[in-house]
């Protein structure tokens, strides 16, 4: 979802993910600024030194996010051991953009992302929750056996503030306008807005990787 409203399309995106890297190679690659943007001043990097960075930009009010995800968490357990995937979570704005950042990093300080993650989607786009309110999105993360106490003291931490000053920082270094989007390595992002749709935005991600994988 961008500040403005767009729409993506995910039909055949598993099929497209795998068909697009050998186009690509049969014509050249994807196009830079088309298919993917080269940013103008590089962005700094997460991963540790000889690991390729893949930032997925999302937010959890975000349908098109919602419909990536079961695709680009396929994608993610087939990555190999020298790409480093991480989530960033995005703020258009205040609210309730912010309260979606802090639920997110206050479930990875307390390692609940793998279980959790997708359930925030669910409230969200299936019980049709707004989650942007301290006591709803506690009663929401008692009721799914988290305990509220300790997830609303990482909600509020110093640490978890800290956090979203570091995914804006990232968001404006990428200069994401849209959600979902790809970040590769502080040098490029893609979208399924840029490729056509989601499933060939991570195989624009794929190319991109693999390009970075060459020396020079």
Excluded at 25 to 41: F, H, M, S, V
Excluded at 108 to 120: F, I, P, Q
Excluded at 201 to 214: C, E, H, I, M, S
């Amino acid at each position: 979802m961008k500040r403005r409203a767009f729409s993506t399309t995910l039909l055949g995106a598993s099929a497209a993910a795998l068909a697009l890297p050998r186009r690509a190679q049969a014509q050249g690659g994807p196009i830079e600024g088309r298919q993917y943007i080269r940013l103008t001043q590089s962005v700094p990097v997460g991963a540790e030194p000889g690991k390729i960075e893949v930032i997925d930009f999302f937010w959890y009010g975000c349908p098109h996010c919602n419909a990536f995800e079961p695709t680009l968490e396929a994608w993610v357990r087939q990555l190999p051991a020298d790409v480093a995937f991480r989530r960033v979570p995005v703020a258009f704005s205040a609210e309730p953009f912010a309260a979606h950042q802090r639920i997110f990093y206050a479930l990875d300080s307390l390692g609940l992302v793998a279980t959790m993650h997708r359930k925030v989607f669910y409230a969200i786009h299936g019980e049709h929750l707004r989650l942007d309110q301290p006591a709803e999105i506690s009663a929401f993360m008692a009721k799914n056996g988290v305990d509220a106490d300790k997830f609303m003291e990482a909600y509020g931490s110093f640490g978890t503030q800290a956090r979203l000053r570091q995914a804006n920082q990232l968001v404006a270094g990428y200069k994401i306008d849209g959600v979902p989007a790809l970040g590769i390595h502080g040098r490029f992002y893609t979208s399924g807005t840029l490729a056509g749709d989601n499933g060939r935005a991570l195989a624009v991600t794929d190319y991109l990787v693999q390009r970075l994988r060459k020396p020079g």
